[in-house]
């Protein structure tokens, strides 16, 4: 059983624990559809399944898991994992292994990167990948975890050995020292790596920034783990610098680039999202995300849609994923959002959401109001509940200005099927 104590409690001179299970992930079934890994449902049909939702609260360095509770539209607290008991400050995002056995958490304030065992959400590896460690995700054949390492301006490759559950460095890309990104005209002194996906064909696509203005992509091929293409924001006009999604069946690839509004009016902020040929790694399409600092995007689990959000305007898009074209818009994912997840079943759309203080040395800030996240009703795109972990409303005005004091401030979210869920593509990729 984990305790669970907050820097909040701590200040407040109380202590609170909590404690429960759970397990991990989706592979794909036989018939194309989602199965949980070990330590999950027996697999007694879709009846039996349900799913997890982990949601990373990087301001108080915990982690939430969640599920469905016993009426439409509630969810549970099961557990809350105390990261910062493993250094693993300021937990930024999460992925999974394809059974949903494992999961790789980023730390930017911890500069490394933690491994969860899912069926007891224990700790079992951490490696020190450096400053800023934004983004850590399983290569397709999970050999390998490959992390953007902000604050180092690199890309890191660590052997993951699931089996012995042992996990260290095993590669390097600094930005700077690539002859590639070198000779390519642009300046790359302030791009740093911030997120990335596989494509699935030996490729890995990684959105620099995380200013929009240090927005470029940069195409690592795993063969031989070096970057074999490079696209400046300004010069060749691909500003990149958030959300990375390949498609599941084509040779496609989506990014997003977002830029917030200045407050003094110098800059006018930005949304717009990218479709890149993965075959030839070029650019084919682009759009308007009707509106201000494009950020996410999630496939719904049958495939037809994707979804995208801007973080400022707090609303989006959702594309065809077979003409890239908007055919609908969401109208409102929350104030703040930041990275989504679907429910395996297709039912919601989690989305996580940003407090009104953010956690120390966040590069690219958003403010917002009801630090948690929210399940988005799939089919009417409407906001069915809000979820707030640890409630904003508990603390004091002076307590959220105040840098000593820790405040709820939520970004990374996943989603983890237990049992099997009829699925036209897997829950998350690499596809």
Request: aromatic share 8%.
């Amino acid at each position: 059983m984990w305790e669970r104590v907050t820097r909040r409690m701590l200040l407040a001179g109380g202590v609170a624990a909590g404690g429960l299970g759970i397990a991990g992930c989706l592979g794909e079934g036989s018939d194309g559809g989602a199965t949980a890994g070990a330590g999950g449902s027996d697999g007694g049909g879709e009846d039996d399944a349900t799913y997890e939702i982990w949601a990373l609260d990087r301001g108080t360095d915990t982690g939430y898991v969640y599920e469905p509770g016993g009426e439409e539209g509630t969810f549970e607290e099961v557990e809350s994992i105390d990261f910062a008991a493993d250094d693993g400050g300021g937990p930024h995002t999460i992925a999974f292994t394809a059974d949903y056995e494992y999961a790789a958490v980023a730390c930017t304030a911890g500069a490394r990167t933690l491994f969860v065992r899912t069926e007891d959400r224990r700790v079992v590896g951490s490696v020190e990948t450096g400053p800023g460690s934004r983004f850590a995700a399983f290569t397709p054949d999970e050999e390998y975890v490959v992390v953007d390492v902000a604050g180092a301006g690199a890309i890191k490759r660590i052997a993951a050995d699931l089996e012995a559950e042992e996990f260290g460095i095993d590669g390097e890309i600094v930005l700077t020292d690539s002859e590639t990104i070198r000779e390519h005209a642009g300046d790359f002194s302030d791009s740093s790596p911030v997120c990335h996906q596989h494509t699935g064909a030996g490729h890995s696509y990684h959105a620099l920034g995380p200013d929009y203005r240090d927005g470029g992509l940069v195409v690592v091929d795993h063969a031989d783990f070096s970057v074999t293409e490079v696209f400046h924001g300004e010069v060749d006009g691909v500003p990149t610098n958030s959300g990375t999604m390949p498609h599941y069946e084509e040779s496609k690839f989506y990014l997003t680039a977002g830029r917030p509004s200045d407050s003094e009016g110098s800059e006018e902020g930005v949304g717009d999202y990218y479709v890149f040929d993965t075959e030839g790694h070029e650019p084919i399409e682009s759009g308007f995300t009707e509106g201000i600092d494009a950020h996410d995007l999630r496939f719904t689990p049958d495939g037809e849609e994707l979804w995208v959000l801007n973080r400022e305007t707090g609303d989006g898009i959702v594309l065809d994923p077979g003409t890239d074209e908007a055919i609908a818009e969401v109208a409102d994912y929350g104030p703040a959002p930041d990275v989504m997840w679907s429910s395996p079943d297709g039912e919601y759309v989690f989305v996580s959401l940003r407090g009104p203080e953010q956690a120390p040395g966040d590069s690219h800030p958003a403010t917002g109001e009801t630090p948690g996240f929210n399940a988005i009703d799939a089919e009417s795109r409407e906001i069915v509940a809000t979820v707030e972990p640890d409630p904003i409303a508990d603390y004091g005005a002076d307590e959220i200005e105040n840098e000593d004091v820790a405040t709820p401030d939520f970004h990374g979210i996943g989603v983890r099927p237990i049992g099997e869920f009829d699925t036209e593509i897997p829950n998350s990729p690499p596809f």
